[in-house]
């Protein structure tokens, strides 16, 4: 299953948006369809990085054949076990099992304060197995009841889940005493 282009649209604006030195992770690169909506959002900025997970070896290694930016790195791997270890992203795109269906909330808290979440094929309509269904519910239960998030579902494309985790106020370490510079 391909990223629709109404997905695709959307993931080209929020790469759009990501800060400066920010870093994008796309998790099931598939056939390269999100990813080039990434990268068309990004456009002619090198300051981003994006990091693109599959376990498919053979799909994996005929979309990085096709010639991607510098920026785009191409890890072989299940995005259960990448967001894990890989550290903080400003956007994640959860489009494969491992980082939506498990390892969802290693995957939340990979997110950077102000981050984003995008998941789609989540209109369950579309989907026949009981199963899958049962699991994207979950998804949605996860993600719509964060206290981390904010969160909005679309009835856009496949079905998109969009959560924004949320910037936390900052503490100071110390209070100053008043009067004190």
């Known amino acids: 299953m391909s990223c629709d282009a109404g997905v695709g649209e959307l993931l080209a604006l929020l790469a759009a948006a990501v800060p400066q030195g920010g870093r994008i992770l796309e998790l099931g690169t598939g056939s390269g369809v999100g990813l080039a909506w990434l990268v068309t959002g990004i ?7 994006v990091v693109s997970v599959d376990v ?23 995005g259960a076990e990448v967001v ?7 956007f994640i795109f959860a489009d494969a099992p491992g980082g939506k269906l498990t390892g969802l909330e290693a995957a939340i808290a990979a997110l ?13 309509t ?9 699991a994207l519910g979950r998804v949605r239960e996860i993600l719509v ?18 959560s ?18």
């Open 84 to 90: 894990e270890k890989a550290g903080h992203f400003d």
């Open 56 to 78: 498919d070896r053979e799909l994996q290694e005929s979309t990085e054949s096709a010639g991607w930016p510098g920026f785009v790195e191409f890890r072989l791997e299940d």
């Open 145 to 162: 009841g964060h206290r981390d998030l904010l969160t909005v579902e679309l009835a856009h494309g496949s079905g998109v889940i969009l």
């Open 112 to 124: 950077t304060h102000g981050g984003v979440f995008v998941v789609d094929d989540m209109d369950l």
């Open 164 to 181: 924004v985790r949320r910037v936390q106020p900052h503490v100071p370490v110390r209070a100053q005493p008043e009067g004190a510079e």
């Open 43 to 49: 456009g002619a900025r090198t300051d981003v990085r």
């Open 126 to 134: 579309l989907h026949g197995d009981p199963d899958l269904r049962a």
